[in-house]
């Protein structure tokens, strides 16, 4: 647990991909949407990552980054929240792992532990995606020690995949802070 959170709000860590139309302002545009609602504040953003697709090979290269925001939603919430912003950038489900305008998981929120129907933390293959765990590296810090031991730690075991996740630019956007 982040000591330094505001008191009454939630620290999580959000994953973006897209790999269809403009990856880049799509994703931008996704953090933007983030930023507008009240109850969201974004703090800290990674760069851009070019990604070789896993899971599903046969389609183009990902843009990957990952954000951390403050929050007084709760996970369901912000579950809630980044699905209606996929689709409202239009994201479209077909093929499982296929492609997408945008993606949105929820990665870590505080240090809960949760297995619902539609809500798992943190995220299941989280650990297991190099194009999750090099953008994540970038903005977590040893203040919140058990999530920077899981990214440390799970970086190690996915050393194969390094070479298909290649930094591609700093995000443009920086962000006042709405905390009070
Ligand atoms: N931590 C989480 N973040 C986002 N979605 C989650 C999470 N845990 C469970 N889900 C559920 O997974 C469902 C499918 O998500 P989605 O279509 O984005 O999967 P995917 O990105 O194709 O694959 P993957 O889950 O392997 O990243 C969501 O509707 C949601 O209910
Ligand atoms: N490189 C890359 N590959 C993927 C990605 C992704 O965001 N980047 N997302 C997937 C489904 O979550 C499946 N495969």
Redesign the pocket.
Same mark, same amino acid.
């Given at each position: 647990m982040n000591s330094s959170v505001p008191s009454d709000y939630s620290e999580a860590y959000i994953a973006l991909g897209a790999n269809l139309g403009n990856r880049e302002q799509t994703l931008v545009e996704a953090i933007q949407m983030l930023e507008e609602y009240a109850d969201i504040s974004v703090i800290r953003c990674s760069g851009f990552y070019e990604t070789a697709p896993v899971g599903y090979v046969d389609q183009p290269s990902f843009l990957n980054m990952a954000v951390k925001v403050y929050t007084t939603q709760s996970p369901h919430e912000l579950?809630s929240t980044?699905?209606h912003i996929e689709n409202q950038l239009g994201r479209v489900?077909d093929i499982?792992?296929g492609p997408r305008t945008v993606?949105l998981? %929820?990665l870590w929120m505080d240090d809960l532990y949760l297995n619902s129907e539609? %809500?798992?933390?943190p995220?299941p293959?989280m650990h297991e995606r190099a194009f999750v765990l090099v953008p994540l590296q970038e903005i977590v810090t040893a203040d919140t020690p058990a999530l920077f031991s899981l990214v440390e730690n799970a970086l190690q075991q996915v050393a194969d995949q390094q070479q298909d996740v290649r930094y591609a630019g700093a995000c443009p956007l920086s962000f006042p802070s709405k905390l009070k």
């Open positions: 579950l980044l699905l489900r499982r792992w993606d998981d %929820l539609t %809500l798992e933390l995220h293959r």
